[in-house]
Structure formats: structure tokens, C-alpha cells
Nanobody
Framework: QVQLVESGGGLVQAGGSLRLSCAAS????????MGWYRQAPGKQRELVAS???????KYADSVQGRFTVSRVNAQNTVNLQMNSLKPEDTAVYYC?????????WGQGTQVTVSS
């Protein structure tokens, strides 16, 4: 089993920054990638950013140029640096882990951006 522990998040004014971190632990035999998704009230969960085991990154168009995803391989940690935050970035952010031939999710952390 794999456990994901998220940290960061909170309340910030528009234009501000936040940093999310997610650490994976447990019985990890293989890692294909890690990343972040978000879900706003009344909307579907969507990909925010991800990084593959080879280091390739992918971003949602809405966050390109403002968010940066990074992974610390030795620590099985993925970080999301969020700059120039907008009210529309308000959502619950979920850590995502692809490995051991399955998908794991974190418990979610709230990010609220006030205007």
C-alpha cells in the first residue's frame, strides 16, 4: 500500500503564491509519475500538473506559466509551486501517484484565493 501525505494550501489573496507538497511512502515498487489534480465545487476533477518518472512535465493550459511542478525522486515527493494565483484557482487540490500498476490519491488540501 502507498500513503500520500499532502501539505501546504490555505488562503491567499489574488496575485499571491502557495506551495503544495506531497510525499509518498509505503510499499513502492514502481513509479510512473506523480502530480496534482484539483476539483472546484460543482466541477469535475481536472489535471493541474504532472511529472513523469522520466522528468517530463504536463500542465493545464490555465496554469501554464504560473505553476511549476517538480519531483524529488529520492524522497518520492512532488511539489507544486503556484504563483500569480487567481480566484478561479480556488479548489481542493489532490496529489496523484501512478505506480505499482495503479493510481493513488491524497486526501486533498484546500486552496482558496480571495479577490
Amino acid at each position: 500500500q502507498v500513503q500520500l501525505v499532502e501539505s501546504g494550501g490555505g488562503l491567499v489573496q489574488a496575485g499571491g503564491s502557495l506551495r503544495l507538497s506531497c510525499a509518498a511512502s509505503g510499499s513502492i515498487f514502481s513509479i510512473n509519475g506523480m502530480g496534482w489534480y484539483r476539483q472546484a465545487p460543482g466541477k469535475q476533477r481536472e489535471l493541474v500538473a504532472s511529472v513523469s518518472s522520466g522528468g517530463s512535465t504536463k500542465y493545464a493550459d490555465s496554469v501554464q506559466g504560473r505553476f511549476t511542478v517538480s519531483r524529488v525522486n529520492a524522497q518520492n515527493t512532488v511539489n507544486l509551486q503556484m504563483n500569480s494565483l487567481k480566484p478561479e484557482d480556488t479548489a481542493v487540490y489532490y496529489c496523484n501517484f501512478l505506480g505499482n500498476s495503479r493510481t493513488y490519491w491524497g486526501q486533498g488540501t484546500q486552496v482558496t484565493v480571495s479577490s
